[in-house]
C-alpha cells in the first residue's frame, strides 16, 4: 500500500510539473485528468469534466440539450440507458456519446467537434465510429415488430383511426423509400449512386406503426435501384414474418399491389374510374401519410444529415442512418416529438409498380376493400324506434 501511494504521488507530482512548465496554446480547451483522492474507492475516479467546455457547461448543469445535440434530456438519458457502456478508461461513456450526438448535430465535421470539445481530430473519428456501432448494436431492442397482441391491435386501431374508415383496421403498416444523399465513391461504380433525381445517394427503405415509430427498417443500396427491387431483396419481403395473415401494409404507387408473400395495398392508379376508387384513394392517403411524417420528423432532427450531402465513405453510411433510425424511435418514445419542417421537400414518387404481379396477386382484394368504403356504413341509433 505505501509503494502504491509512493507512485501515485509522483505520478501526480509529475503532472503538475507539466502543467506548469509545458505551454499550452492559447484558447485551447482541455479535458484534465487526475488521480482519484480517495485509495480506497472501488471505482476511481478517472477525469475530471472541464466545464469551461461551453457544451459540456450546458450539458452538466442541466440546461436546454436540443440546441446542442436535438434531443431533449429525457431522450438522451434513455439513449445512455440502453448503451449502458461503462468505461474504466478512455473519455467515459456519456462524454462520447455527447461527442457522437454533437456530431451528428452539427453536420457530420470532425474539425467543429474537435474545437468544441477540445479533442484531437482523430479521436473524434474514433469515437465516433465506437458510438455509431455501439448504437447500431441495440437496433433489435429499439427497432421492432409488435411483440403482443395488444401492441398489434393498437396499431390496426390507430390506422383505423388515421385512414378514418373501418375498413382499413387490417392496415398493421406504412412502407416507403427515403433517398440520403451521399458524397458518391470515385471510380467507375460512382454513376450507380445517383438516383432519378440526378443527385448521389442510398435508400432507406422503413416500415412504420400509427405513431410514426419505425418497425423495420432496410439500408444500403444504391439510389439508382428502385423501390421494387429493394423491396424483393429485403428480410422483411424474404421471410414475410410480418404481417400476420389477413392484414397488411400500405404503399405509394412505387410499389405494386401485393397478396403474397408480403401483402401490400396501393392506391388506384391514374385516371381513376368512378367515385369508389377515389374515396378509396382519400382514406388510403390519409392512413400512408405517417411514413412521411416519420421521415419528415427524423430529417427534421438531424438536418445536417439528411439535408445535405453526407459527408462520410460511402460504406459508413448505412450505419449513420441506422444510428439515426434508432434515436428517432427513441425520441418517439421519450415524447420527444419534433413536427416536421414545411420546407423540407419530398421525394419524387417512383415510377408505378409491377402490372403482371398487380394483376395476379393484390388487386382482387383491393377491390374488395374499395367496396367496403364505398358501402354505407352502419350509424347506430340515437334513440329507439317505434
Not at 418514445?333 to 419530398?346: C, L, N
Request: include cysteine; hydrophobic fraction near 40%; proline fraction near 7%.
Amino acid at each position: 500500500m505505501e509503494n502504491e501511494l509512493a507512485t501515485e504521488v509522483t505520478l501526480l507530482l509529475l503532472i503538475m510539473f507539466m502543467e506548469n512548465v509545458v505551454p499550452r496554446p492559447k484558447n485551447r480547451r482541455v479535458l484534465y485528468f487526475r488521480l482519484s483522492e480517495d485509495h480506497f474507492q472501488p471505482r476511481p475516479l478517472y477525469c475530471r469534466i472541464n466545464l469551461t467546455v461551453p457544451v459540456l457547461d450546458r450539458f452538466f448543469n442541466d440546461q436546454d440539450t436540443r440546441p446542442d445535440f436535438r434531443l431533449s434530456r429525457e431522450s438522451l438519458n434513455a439513449l445512455l440507458d440502453l448503451l449502458g457502456q461503462e468505461r474504466r478508461h478512455g473519455w467515459g461513456a456519456t462524454i462520447e456519446t455527447l461527442v457522437f450526438l454533437f456530431w451528428l448535430a452539427c453536420g457530420t465535421s470532425y474539425r467543429v467537434v474537435s474545437r468544441a470539445f477540445g479533442m484531437p481530430r482523430s479521436t473524434v473519428h474514433r469515437i465516433v465510429h465506437r458510438v455509431t456501432g455501439e448504437v447500431v448494436a441495440i437496433r433489435q431492442q429499439v427497432i421492432h415488430l409488435p411483440r403482443t397482441a395488444e401492441d398489434l391491435e393498437a396499431v390496426l386501431r390507430g390506422f383505423a383511426g388515421l385512414a378514418r374508415h373501418r375498413s382499413f383496421r387490417k392496415a398493421a403498416g406504412a412502407i416507403d423509400g427515403c433517398h440520403v444523399r451521399i458524397v458518391p465513391p470515385s471510380g467507375p461504380d460512382g454513376h450507380c449512386y445517383r438516383n432519378r433525381n440526378l443527385f448521389p445517394s442510398i435508400i432507406l427503405q422503413a416500415v412504420c406503426d400509427h405513431r410514426g415509430r419505425f418497425i423495420d427498417t432496410y439500408v444500403g443500396w444504391p439510389g439508382s435501384v428502385h423501390d421494387c427491387r429493394v423491396l424483393r431483396h429485403s428480410p422483411l419481403y424474404r421471410r414475410a414474418l410480418y404481417p400476420p395473415p389477413g392484414q397488411y401494409i400500405l404503399a405509394d404507387g412505387g410499389y405494386p399491389c401485393l397478396q403474397h408473400p408480403l401483402p401490400l395495398i396501393t392506391p388506384y392508379r391514374q385516371p381513376l374510374q368512378g367515385v369508389g376508387p377515389q374515396r378509396f384513394n382519400s382514406h388510403h392517403s390519409r392512413a400512408r401519410s405517417i411514413i412521411e411524417r416519420a421521415f419528415g420528423m427524423m430529417k427534421t432532427r438531424f438536418r445536417s444529415i439528411f439535408l445535405k450531402a453526407l459527408e462520410v465513405h460511402h460504406t459508413f453510411v448505412p450505419q449513420v442512418i441506422t444510428a439515426c433510425a434508432v434515436m428517432h424511435n427513441i425520441c418517439i418514445g421519450a415524447g420527444d416529438i419534433m413536427d416536421p419542417d414545411a420546407d423540407i421537400v419530398e421525394d419524387v414518387a417512383e415510377d408505378e409498380g409491377e402490372d403482371v404481379l398487380e394483376a395476379v396477386s393484390g388487386a382482387p382484394w383491393r377491390d374488395q376493400l374499395c367496396a367496403e368504403v364505398s358501402a354505407l356504413e352502419e350509424v347506430p341509433m340515437d334513440h329507439q324506434y317505434i
